[in-house]
Structure formats: structure tokens, C-alpha cells
């Protein structure tokens, strides 16, 4: 590669960072999910003249981009609620993927010239993944019942394994002619799903037995960052499902890294994959709005006009389909968890199930699976409609992000659904547990001390007391002793790390001993501002 093309890439690169840090700057003065924006934000640059062209590679999003999203997005997942979800989690990530590729075949044929229902298969396929950032943002930050969201995000984990499964035979029967057999798929979808969470669950353990002989910052955080890649690999390579390897992995490791963490490297991880996360959702929504001169190029033959209409109405189909499907969905996943799983939940309210099935937008994952379609048939000739299938798949996915994701605050507010989670009382009673715990430590430990460590004892047991006196009681009130024990400690917190600036200021420590004196400040004062 010539210098000018890596100072181009180079040029390009950090402009693209830059675009993502200032349009996320902007989504959060406007309150508005940073995905939403920086999608439009794309679509704008592209259309100014001499902007450079970036194309969307599929092969860079399938094993550079999506393995540590995925596995990411599996490690701060609670096992617990995936598994008690798991049933209407199914119906979504499986039942509703193969009605929507069924309703696109059967609908394709009469919507759009050219098309079939073999095509209508693969157009079903490409779109049926869904991307549950922007929805799942923006529920938690209204307050959708918590349930809602933990399906939603258990949803995006599992259907790019049936939907990438469904476009595998989609791609069968148009590229080879072949039409796989229902025997076929089942046994197909059984290995992959055996052999993908056997691969995951595998990488997991080793990983496991490794972090528990290391305690070093560096080493474990370059290990967590190649673990999704190993895993994706490996499964992959004997022909099973790498995204299910990647899931199975980090809900694996996600439940076990409170045992092979130590506090000081769990704080730089933490630290390190949000901002790696960030990055990589920031320059793929940020590249699907730069797509829509790339899109276009490839429709030549069909007017504005003809677009317009036709991305319109596939994308109010995708929607319907998805309407269509969560009400008898529901109703069948949770008389499931009833009677067979002896669930005591009840069925979601109309009105709660309606925005379940509003938030199914799509991300970048369906448009890499459009732009991944083979440009020949087996026979040489070329593949029928793929131009518009891509330009198809780009128009629901600005349609669902834009315009289902701005809408759904409102939805939200509308039906009266924000806000009606309330405190958690989860946290709030293993905060209670945990501060008992403690003085019951104390406790013991206090009675055989030396006379001059028992004030040390008591300042700690007064520390824990404010702390319990702070939760709720039974009555719902709270004690205000520690609000005010809290609001001085930070402004202690401040006159300290003031102090210690003026000291580095006037030469009398090192910067290097102002970073640390800094962190442990920090520290401090996150877990002061932690909720109560």
C-alpha cells in the first residue's frame, strides 16, 4: 500500500472518530439515542460533494466488528433473567424471524417487479435480525419495565443465528438451486446451536482457569478483547454458529469474572470496553448513514419516485409483520411459562406488548447480510434483484431507526408506561444484607481488640449504621443523616483533590503521584454517588 493511501485511511479514520464524538455530544444535549443521530448525521455527510466515499465491508463487520459487540453485550447480561425469558425470548429470536421471512416471500412477489418467493426468502432473511441499542437506550431511560427490556436485549442476542441461518438457505435455493428439506434445517439449526454454545461454552472455561492464575490489568484486558475473536473463530471453522460460541462465551464469563477479577482490574475493563464498544457502534451507525450514495449508485434503472414507494411500503410491511406477530406471540410464550414452567407471571398488558413490537429496529447486521450477497449465480449470471434488496434493506433500516426511535419516547409516555418500574428492591435489600453483614463482622471482630484500635471499630460500625439508615424502611421513608454525611463527604472529596492539584502545581509532587492520589479520589467518589 502506497504512503498516500495509508495517510488517506489514516485521514478518513480520525475524522470518522471525530464525527462519532461530536454527533454523540450532540444526541445527549438532545436527550435523543446516539445511534439515531449519528445515523442521520451519515446520511447528511454523504450528501455533501467531495465528501470520500466508505464502503461498508461485510467481511469487516462479520469478524471485526460483531464478535465483541455481541460478546460484550452476553457479558453484561443477567443468566439469570436470559434463562427465566427464555420462552418469549424464543418466540421473538425464532418464531417471529421465520414469520417474517415467510410474510416478506409471500409478500414480495406482488410488492416488488422481479421478485419471487425465493427471493422474497432471502429479502425476509436479510432484514429479520434486529438491533436492540436504540430501543433498549432509550426504555431504560424512560423506565420500561425491566422485563420488557431483558427480552428485548436477550432477542438481538439470538435471531442473527436464525436470521443468518434462514439466508443460508435462502441463498441455497436461488445461488444452487437446491431446496433444503424441513429435516434439513432442523438438523442444520441443531448443530450449529450444539456445536456453537459447545465452542463458546469451551473458550469460556479455559479463559476462566486462566484469569484465576493471572492478576494483572494489561494481560487480562488484552485476553477479554481476544476472547470474542478466538471464540468466533474457532466455531466457524467446524461450520457451527459463531455468534452463538461468541453469546455462550460471554454469558459464561460475564457470570464468572466477580470470582477472577480483582477490584483494580475490573475497574479498567469496565473502563476500556465501554469506550471500545462506543467506538465500534459509533462507526458502524455513523458508515450506514455514509452508504446512501453506494446504495443508490446500484439503482440506476429505477426512478425516485419508484424508490420512495417501494422503501416505504417494505418498511411499513417489516413493521406490520412484527405488530402481527408479538400479540399471539405473548399470549402463547406466557401460557407456556405458566403451565409448563410454572411461571406465576401474568401476560403483559395490550399496551405493553404493542411497544415490544415497535421497537424491532434494524441495525448494521442486516445490512452487511445484504451487501454479503454473492454478486453471481452459480451459472455465471447475475444475481437477480440484488441491488434492491440492498436498497430495501437500507430503507427499513433508516426507517425503523429513525422513525420508530424517535416516536418510541413518546409511545412510551403515551401509554403510560414510563416510569412505572419504581426503586429496586433487589438492590436495595442485598445493600441492606450486605451492610449488616459487615457490622455483624465488626461485631465480632471488636470484641478481643486492644483498647487503642476500639474507636477505630466504632468509627467503622458508625459508618455501616448511616449506611443501613440510608435505604428505605418498611414505611417507605428514608433517614436524611446520611444524605447530608454523603453531600459533605463530596465537598471534603473536592477540597482534597483541589489540594492536591495546587501541590503538583507548585512542584511539590509529581504528576505521577497526582494520578494516583486523582484515582483513588475518584473512586471515592463514585461509590459515594452510587444510588442508594
Same mark, same amino acid.
Given at each position: 500500500?502506497?504512503?498516500?493511501?495509508?495517510?488517506?485511511?489514516?485521514?478518513?479514520?480520525?475524522?470518522?472518530?471525530?464525527?462519532?464524538?461530536?454527533?454523540?455530544?450532540?444526541?445527549?444535549?438532545?436527550?435523543?439515542?446516539?445511534?439515531?443521530?449519528?445515523?442521520?448525521?451519515?446520511?447528511?455527510?454523504?450528501?455533501?460533494?467531495?465528501?470520500?466515499?466508505?464502503?461498508?465491508?461485510?467481511?469487516?463487520?462479520?469478524?471485526?466488528?460483531?464478535?465483541?459487540?455481541?460478546?460484550?453485550?452476553?457479558?453484561?447480561?443477567?443468566?439469570?433473567?436470559?434463562?427465566?425469558?427464555?420462552?418469549?425470548?424464543?418466540?421473538?429470536?425464532?418464531?417471529?424471524?421465520?414469520?417474517?421471512?415467510?410474510?416478506?416471500?409471500?409478500?414480495?412477489?406482488?410488492?416488488?417487479?422481479?421478485?419471487?418467493?425465493?427471493?422474497?426468502?432471502?429479502?425476509?432473511?436479510?432484514?429479520?435480525?434486529?438491533?436492540?441499542?436504540?430501543?433498549?437506550?432509550?426504555?431504560?431511560?424512560?423506565?420500561?419495565?425491566?422485563?420488557?427490556?431483558?427480552?428485548?436485549?436477550?432477542?438481538?442476542?439470538?435471531?442473527?443465528?436464525?436470521?443468518?441461518?434462514?439466508?443460508?438457505?435462502?441463498?441455497?435455493?436461488?445461488?444452487?438451486?437446491?431446496?433444503?428439506?424441513?429435516?434439513?434445517?432442523?438438523?442444520?439449526?441443531?448443530?450449529?446451536?450444539?456445536?456453537?454454545?459447545?465452542?463458546?461454552?469451551?473458550?469460556?472455561?479455559?479463559?476462566?482457569?486462566?484469569?484465576?492464575?493471572?492478576?494483572?490489568?494489561?494481560?487480562?484486558?488484552?485476553?477479554?478483547?481476544?476472547?470474542?475473536?478466538?471464540?468466533?473463530?474457532?466455531?466457524?471453522?467446524?461450520?457451527?454458529?459463531?455468534?452463538?460460541?461468541?453469546?455462550?462465551?460471554?454469558?459464561?464469563?460475564?457470570?464468572?469474572?466477580?470470582?477472577?477479577?480483582?477490584?483494580?482490574?475490573?475497574?479498567?475493563?469496565?473502563?476500556?470496553?465501554?469506550?471500545?464498544?462506543?467506538?465500534?457502534?459509533?462507526?458502524?451507525?455513523?458508515?450506514?448513514?455514509?452508504?446512501?450514495?453506494?446504495?443508490?449508485?446500484?439503482?440506476?434503472?429505477?426512478?425516485?419516485?419508484?424508490?420512495?414507494?417501494?422503501?416505504?411500503?417494505?418498511?411499513?410491511?417489516?413493521?406490520?409483520?412484527?405488530?402481527?406477530?408479538?400479540?399471539?406471540?405473548?399470549?402463547?410464550?406466557?401460557?407456556?411459562?405458566?403451565?409448563?414452567?410454572?411461571?406465576?407471571?401474568?401476560?403483559?398488558?395490550?399496551?405493553?406488548?404493542?411497544?415490544?413490537?415497535? #421497537?424491532?429496529? @434494524?441495525?448494521?447486521? %442486516?445490512? /452487511? =447480510?445484504? $451487501?454479503? &450477497?454473492?454478486? *453471481?449465480?452459480? +451459472?455465471?449470471?447475475?444475481?437477480?434483484?440484488?441491488?434492491?434488496?440492498?436498497?430495501?434493506?437500507?430503507?427499513?433500516?433508516?426507517?425503523?431507526?429513525?422513525?420508530?426511535?424517535?416516536?418510541?419516547?413518546?409511545?412510551?409516555?403515551?401509554?403510560?408506561?414510563?416510569?412505572?418500574?419504581?426503586?429496586?428492591?433487589?438492590? #436495595?435489600?442485598? @445493600?441492606?444484607?450486605? %451492610?449488616? /453483614? =459487615?457490622? $455483624?463482622? &465488626?461485631?465480632? *471482630?471488636?470484641? +478481643?481488640?486492644?483498647?487503642?484500635?476500639?474507636?477505630?471499630?466504632?468509627?467503622?460500625?458508625?459508618?455501616?449504621?448511616?449506611?443501613?439508615?440510608?435505604?428505605?424502611?418498611?414505611?417507605?421513608?428514608?433517614?436524611?443523616?446520611?444524605?447530608?454525611?454523603?453531600?459533605?463527604?463530596?465537598?471534603?472529596?473536592?477540597?482534597?483533590?483541589?489540594?492536591?492539584?495546587?501541590?503538583?502545581?507548585?512542584?511539590?509532587?509529581?504528576?505521577?503521584?497526582?494520578?494516583?492520589?486523582?484515582?483513588?479520589?475518584?473512586?471515592?467518589?463514585?461509590?459515594?454517588?452510587?444510588?442508594?
Amino acid at each position: 500500500m502506497h504512503e498516500s493511501s495509508i495517510q488517506s485511511v489514516q485521514i478518513v479514520f480520525l475524522l470518522l472518530l471525530l464525527f462519532v464524538a461530536g454527533f454523540t455530544a450532540l444526541a445527549r444535549k438532545l436527550q435523543t439515542p446516539y445511534p439515531i443521530v449519528l445515523v442521520v448525521a451519515g446520511l447528511v455527510l454523504s450528501l455533501i460533494p467531495g465528501i470520500p466515499r466508505v464502503a461498508l465491508n461485510p467481511d469487516v463487520v462479520f469478524l471485526v466488528v460483531l464478535p465483541p459487540l455481541l460478546f460484550s453485550a452476553a457479558w453484561l447480561t443477567s443468566w439469570r433473567d436470559f434463562v427465566y425469558n427464555l420462552v418469549s425470548i424464543s418466540f421473538l429470536a425464532f418464531g417471529l424471524v421465520g414469520f417474517t421471512v415467510l410474510g416478506v416471500a409471500g409478500a414480495a412477489h406482488y410488492a416488488f417487479p422481479g421478485f419471487d418467493w425465493r427471493l422474497g426468502v432471502v429479502l425476509g432473511a436479510v432484514i429479520a435480525t434486529t438491533d436492540a441499542i436504540a430501543a433498549t437506550s432509550i426504555a431504560k431511560r424512560i423506565g420500561l419495565p425491566q422485563r420488557v427490556v431483558d427480552v428485548l436485549e436477550g432477542e438481538s442476542l439470538l435471531n442473527d443465528v436464525t436470521g443468518l441461518l434462514a439466508l443460508e438457505f435462502g441463498l441455497a435455493i436461488v445461488v444452487a438451486g437446491q431446496t433444503p428439506t424441513v429435516t434439513s434445517g432442523f438438523l442444520r439449526l441443531a448443530y450449529l446451536t450444539a456445536a456453537g454454545v459447545g465452542v463458546g461454552l469451551l473458550i469460556g472455561a479455559v479463559v476462566h482457569w486462566v484469569e484465576h492464575q493471572i492478576d494483572d490489568a494489561p494481560i487480562e484486558i488484552t485476553i477479554s478483547i481476544l476472547v470474542p475473536y478466538a471464540a468466533y473463530l474457532a466455531a466457524e471453522f467446524i461450520h457451527a454458529s459463531g455468534i452463538l460460541a461468541v453469546v455462550a462465551c460471554g454469558l459464561y464469563l460475564g457470570r464468572g469474572s466477580a470470582h477472577f477479577f480483582s477490584a483494580a482490574v475490573r475497574i479498567q475493563a469496565n473502563a476500556v470496553w465501554s469506550v471500545f464498544t462506543f467506538i465500534l457502534n459509533g462507526f458502524v451507525f455513523v458508515l450506514i448513514g455514509l452508504q446512501l450514495p453506494l446504495v443508490r449508485e446500484g439503482i440506476k434503472t429505477y426512478s425516485s419516485g419508484s424508490l420512495l414507494l417501494y422503501g416505504g411500503l417494505f418498511s411499513v410491511l417489516v413493521i406490520v409483520l412484527r405488530l402481527l406477530w408479538v400479540f399471539p406471540g405473548t399470549t402463547l410464550a406466557y401460557w407456556i411459562r405458566r403451565h409448563f414452567l410454572h411461571q406465576k407471571e401474568n401476560r403483559p398488558p395490550a399496551r405493553q406488548v404493542f411497544v415490544t413490537g415497535w #421497537t424491532g429496529m @434494524r441495525g448494521v447486521i %442486516a445490512l /452487511a =447480510a445484504a $451487501l454479503s &450477497l454473492p454478486e *453471481a449465480l452459480a +451459472d455465471g449470471s447475475p444475481f437477480p434483484q440484488r441491488n434492491l434488496i440492498i436498497f430495501l434493506t437500507f430503507s427499513v433500516i433508516l426507517v425503523t431507526l429513525v422513525l420508530q426511535g424517535l416516536t418510541l419516547p413518546a409511545l412510551i409516555r403515551a401509554l403510560g408506561l414510563a416510569g412505572v418500574t419504581g426503586p429496586n428492591c433487589e438492590e #436495595t435489600e442485598a @445493600r441492606r444484607i450486605m %451492610a449488616e /453483614a =459487615a457490622l $455483624l463482622e &465488626l461485631e465480632k *471482630a471488636g470484641k +478481643d481488640v486492644e483498647a487503642d484500635s476500639a474507636a477505630l471499630y466504632e468509627d467503622l460500625k458508625e459508618h455501616y449504621r448511616r449506611r443501613l439508615s440510608s435505604l428505605p424502611q418498611d414505611d417507605g421513608t428514608q433517614d436524611g443523616s446520611y444524605e447530608k454525611f454523603v453531600t459533605v463527604s463530596l465537598e471534603l472529596l473536592r477540597t482534597e483533590r483541589e489540594t492536591a492539584v495546587k501541590l503538583r502545581n507548585s512542584g511539590r509532587i509529581s504528576d505521577e503521584v497526582l494520578r494516583q492520589l486523582l484515582q483513588e479520589l475518584d473512586l471515592s467518589e463514585t461509590r459515594h454517588r452510587l444510588p442508594g
